[in-house]
């Protein structure tokens, strides 16, 4: 299965902040929106970065509560790894698994067209293993 086809289900919306957003108000929208990144980008369409729970987590552990001033942009990752809609999802598990990524932006001729997590892997897998022990179990019960 392609990437594609989990943006067909969970929707190609990316929730998106400004470099100069605050850590805080990073926070809030994380909360607000019930997710664990946002893509950072000045125009909306190109990524500056990704900025994650984590990210945040660590920049709180190292300086304090004044990293909740700091702009995204200063501790955004800014070397980010994407994906295409035609990349499968076992490659994307992969990469998620090597690279300890837990959100991925999908683009599409260099414009972000979504934002797959592991969440989303995470639940494609189950589905696709529930089917499959359905089919196993009709088998079973009637082979013929």
Excluded: W
Excluded at 26 to 44: M, N, Y
Excluded at 67 to 79: G, N, Q, V, Y
């Amino acid at each position: 299965m392609q990437v594609s086809v989990l943006l067909q289900a969970k929707g190609a919306t990316v929730v998106t902040v400004a470099p100069d957003a605050t850590t805080a108000e990073v926070a809030a929208t994380l909360t607000e929106h019930r997710i664990g990144a946002v893509v950072v980008s000045a125009d909306g369409a190109h990524i500056d970065g990704v900025l994650s729970e984590r990210d945040i987590v660590r920049a709180l552990a190292d300086r304090g509560a004044a990293a909740l001033d700091e702009p995204a942009s200063a501790l955004m990752t800014a070397d980010v790894f994407t994906c295409a809609p035609e990349t499968t999802v076992e490659q994307l598990m992969a990469l998620m698994t090597e690279r300890r990524f837990r959100h991925v932006p999908v683009l599409v001729d260099g414009a972000l067209a979504g934002m797959i997590s592991i969440g989303d892997v995470v639940k494609d897998r189950i589905s696709d293993l529930e089917h499959e022990t359905q089919a196993l179990h009709s088998y079973i019960s009637n082979p013929y």
